[in-house]
Structure formats: structure tokens, C-alpha cells
């Protein structure tokens, strides 16, 4: 079971990147997808994360709330971040995940993840 992550790259602030994660070795459809976030010296943060099914999810940190966007293929079985209105503060490496757990707040929480893909540079400058 692999995740890919991709898209990372330089923007300026105020530009857009569209970041992916590829996952293989088994179909994810049913399994929460997350975006978390690393900034160096800082623990690692919830982005983003959604799931379909009889029980849906899609929640955002606040901090990106209204910026960025997450969805998913599941033909493709992608799903990507959208990230418009950059800033510098986003500047940090992505990680993709994916996980079985949800309810309450356990979609936020990176030990509720079971794959995790390699990671994606993000670099906002002002």
C-alpha cells in the first residue's frame, strides 16, 4: 500500500498550487483522506480530510478554511488539495494520509491514520 504525494513547489503569496496523492496497492473509496502540514520546528497539523460514504466527512482547520479545498477522485483513487490565497505561514511539507477512523474529532489527529504517503514541499514566499 503506497500513498504518492505531488504538487509541491514555490509560489508567491496570493498563488495557487494543487497538490495530489496517489494511493495504490488497495482502493481507499471508503477511507478518510487527510492533508496534514509540517513546518519546520512545529508538530505536525491538520489541513484537511474527507470520506464518502453512508457516513460523509469534509472539515478543514480553520486556518485554511475558505482557501483551500480538498477532493477526491475515486476512479482515479486521488485526492487533492487545492490551495488558492497562499500565504507564507503555509509554507511546510505536505503529507497525505489515509485512515478508517472518524467521528468526532478523530479525522484531525494524525495517529488515526494508518498510511501515510512521502510528503510534499510547500514553499510560500512574501
Known amino acids: 500500500v503506497q500513498l504518492q504525494a505531488s504538487g509541491g513547489g514555490l509560489a508567491q503569496a496570493g498563488g495557487s498550487l494543487r497538490l495530489s496523492c496517489a494511493a495504490s496497492g488497495r482502493t481507499f473509496s471508503s477511507y478518510v483522506m487527510g492533508w496534514f502540514r509540517q513546518a519546520p520546528g512545529k508538530e505536525r497539523e491538520f489541513v484537511a480530510a474527507?470520506?464518502?460514504?453512508?457516513?460523509?466527512?469534509?472539515d478543514y482547520a480553520d486556518y485554511v478554511k475558505g482557501r483551500f479545498t480538498i477532493f477526491r477522485d475515486n476512479a482515479k483513487n486521488t485526492v487533492y488539495l487545492q490551495m488558492n490565497n497562499l500565504k507564507p505561514e503555509d509554507t511546510a511539507i505536505y503529507y497525505c494520509a489515509a485512515g478508517t477512523s472518524y467521528g468526532g474529532r478523530a479525522h484531525m489527529t494524525p495517529q488515526s491514520y494508518d498510511y501515510w504517503g512521502q510528503g510534499t514541499l510547500v514553499t510560500v514566499s512574501s
Open positions: 474527507i470520506r464518502w460514504g453512508y457516513i460523509s466527512l469534509l
